[in-house]
Structures are given as structure tokens and as C-alpha cells.
């Protein structure tokens, strides 16, 4: 079974700059899950998709936008960059049956984003 | 609302020692709790896992117990190897959340030496 997986791993770009992240789900998975990881801290949730709609968003300003695709793989695009925005960005899928919280998130390795 | 509180690390310890690294939590609903572990260099691996109140969660040697009332899931194991060295979260999914977005404490560094 083929995992998450994440492109591009490192992106360097400026101030003002926009960019988009790719996420392939796991196989079999319906949900998709970003969350931003600064250096020394726990990932923080930013939104998550199911059925190519947005399904519960984290504290974060509308600059953060995502899209989910019929195959289940996701973008996460972020506007107006700024140098507080430079993280580990993470995306997890999960199988959600609805009503059931016991189902983990399985990750990728994430793309390392730094803003100059 | 939802949170993790973990203890802070760093955390030394010589190979075959005992480890508890302790996560207490707050949720408003009925929570399913995770431990997750992240070696350098890449994403978050599960653990363990437990979906109610007294339930053990174990794997490679790690457990932890779903404590409700003391709101706590403290990851322990009888003897840590070099191969353990990485970084613990301690996580959360609540019930009365839409989807299962996942609450994480901020991490606690486990260094094993020789």
C-alpha cells in the first residue's frame, strides 16, 4: 500500500510570494489533513478535506486555501507569504466512517518551507 | 477547547533504562488519544493508540493508559534502545468534533546513549 506522500520536500521563497504544496493520500483514505509544524513545536491543524470540501479549519487567516481532487490527492496554498509562514508543512489522510474519532492520521514527511 | 500538555524534554537516558514521558489532556467531548513519534528528518509515525477510558495502547515495547480521571496518557517503556532516540507527540481526536482533526502537545525530545 503506497503511502502519503508530499512535493516538493524543500521550497525557499520570499516575502509577498505565493506557493502551492502537493499531497498524494494514502490508498483507500478519504480525508486529507494539513497542519503547519514550526521548529520545536507540535503540528497545528489548519483545515481538512472530505468529499472536496473543506470539513474543519484551525486558527488561520483565509490566506491558507486548499483544494481536495476526485482521486483524493490535495494542494494547500498559501498567499501574501510571510517570514512567520517558514514551517514544516504536514499533510495526513485518515479513513473517516463518520461519528468515529479512533482512526490515526497517517502522515507524510512534509515539505520544509522557508521564507526569505 | 481541545489541548495537550506534555512534559518538556529534553530527555537523556542510558540504554535500558526506563522511560515515562507524561501528557495530560483537555477535551470537551469523549477523546480517542494517540502517541506519535518523528525521527529527524521526517513525518509523524503512530505509535499507539487508545479510544477509551482504561484502555492500553501498546507497540514495539511502548504503552500508555487512557487515565479519565486524570485526564492523562503517559507513554512509558521498561528499556530504551539507541533506536528510540526521536521525538514523542502526544495527540488527541475528540468526539464532538467535526472530521478528526488531531490536537498535538509541542513534543518531547528522547536522546538514549550508549
Known amino acids: 500500500e503506497t503511502g502519503v506522500t508530499q512535493s516538493p520536500t524543500h521550497l525557499i521563497k520570499t516575502r509577498g510570494q505565493q506557493v502551492t504544496l502537493r499531497c498524494s493520500s494514502q490508498s483507500g483514505h478519504n480525508t486529507v489533513s494539513w497542519y503547519q509544524q514550526a521548529l520545536g513545536q507540535g503540528p497545528q491543524f489548519i483545515f481538512q478535506?472530505?468529499?472536496?470540501?473543506?470539513?474543519g479549519r484551525g486558527n488561520f487567516p483565509p490566506r491558507f486555501s486548499g483544494l481536495q481532487f476526485p482521486n483524493y490527492s490535495s494542494e494547500l496554498n498559501v498567499n501574501a507569504l510571510e517570514l512567520d509562514d517558514s514551517a514544516l508543512y504536514l499533510c495526513?489522510?485518515?479513513?473517516?466512517?463518520?461519528?468515529?474519532?479512533?482512526?490515526?492520521?497517517?502522515f507524510g514527511d512534509g515539505t520544509r518551507l522557508s521564507i526569505l | 477547547g481541545d489541548s495537550v500538555t506534555q512534559m518538556e524534554g529534553p530527555v537523556t537516558l542510558s540504554e535500558e533504562a526506563f522511560l515515562t514521558i507524561n501528557c495530560t489532556y483537555t477535551?470537551?467531548?469523549?477523546?480517542?488519544l494517540f502517541w506519535y513519534v518523528q525521527y529527524p528528518g521526517e513525518g509523524l509515525q503512530l505509535l499507539l493508540k487508545?479510544?477509551?477510558?482504561?484502555d492500553k495502547g501498546s507497540n514495539k515495547g511502548f504503552e500508555a493508559t487512557y487515565r479519565k480521571e486524570t485526564t492523562s496518557f503517559h507513554l512509558e517503556k521498561g528499556s530504551v534502545q539507541v533506536s528510540d532516540s526521536a521525538v514523542y507527540f502526544c495527540a488527541l481526536s475528540d468526539s464532538h468534533r467535526v472530521g478528526n482533526q488531531f490536537y498535538f502537545g509541542t513534543g518531547t525530545s528522547l536522546t538514549v546513549i550508549p
Open positions: 487508545a479510544t477509551k477510558a482504561d
Open positions: 495526513a489522510s485518515s479513513l473517516w466512517t463518520g461519528g468515529r474519532r479512533d482512526q490515526p492520521q497517517h
Open positions: 477535551a470537551t467531548g469523549y477523546p480517542s
Open positions: 478535506y472530505y468529499r472536496e470540501e473543506e470539513n
